[in-house]
C-alpha cells in the first residue's frame, strides 16, 4: 500500500478533528468517523479503494463502540492485514476478551508522542509480517 491510511474513531468531536490534524502532519491520509458503525462502513470503502491498514478507535463511544468495531475488522482480516490501536480512559478494567482484539491499547485522552509512536511500530510490524508471509 503506497498510502498510509488511518481511520481514527471517537465520539469527541474535538479530539477527532486534534489528532488527524496532527496526524495528517506526519504524512498520513486520515480517514474520521464518530463511532463505530460510521467507523466500519468507511473501513470497507476504503478497504475497495486502495486499502487501509491502521485503525485508531475508542473504545466507548455511543454509535457503534471500539470493540464492536474491532470484531467486525477482525472477522474478514487479520492482524497480518490491519493493526488495530483502542483508545480508553479504564485501561486497567479492559476484558482479556476484549484486549486480544487489539494490536495495541492506548490511554485516553490519547498523549501525541505516544500515538506517533504507535503509528510507527504499526508499520514496522506491518510490514515485517508481509516480509515474513
Known amino acids: 500500500m503506497s498510502i498510509k491510511r ?32 460510521e467507523a466500519y462502513k468507511k473501513f470497507v470503502e476504503a478497504q475497495e479503494n486502495g486499502g487501509l491498514e491502521i485503525v485508531i478507535t475508542d473504545f466507548k463511544m455511543a454509535e457503534g463502540d471500539g470493540v464492536t468495531l474491532a470484531k467486525e475488522i477482525r472477522r474478514g482480516y487479520s492482524c497480518r492485514e490491519v493493526y488495530i490501536i483502542g ?46 508471509g
Open 6 to 37: 488511518v481511520l481514527f474513531v471517537d465520539d469527541e468531536p474535538a479530539i477527532v478533528k486534534c489528532m488527524s490534524q496532527m496526524v495528517k502532519l506526519l504524512g498520513y491520509e486520515v480517514i474520521p468517523a464518530s463511532g463505530g458503525t
Open 87 to 132: 483508545l480508553t480512559g479504564w485501561i486497567s478494567n479492559i476484558p482479556r476478551e476484549d484486549a486480544v482484539l487489539f494490536d495495541e491499547i492506548l490511554p485516553k485522552p490519547p498523549i501525541m508522542a505516544e500515538v506517533i509512536a504507535a503509528l510507527d511500530r504499526a508499520y514496522l510490524n506491518l510490514k515485517e509480517l508481509k516480509e515474513i
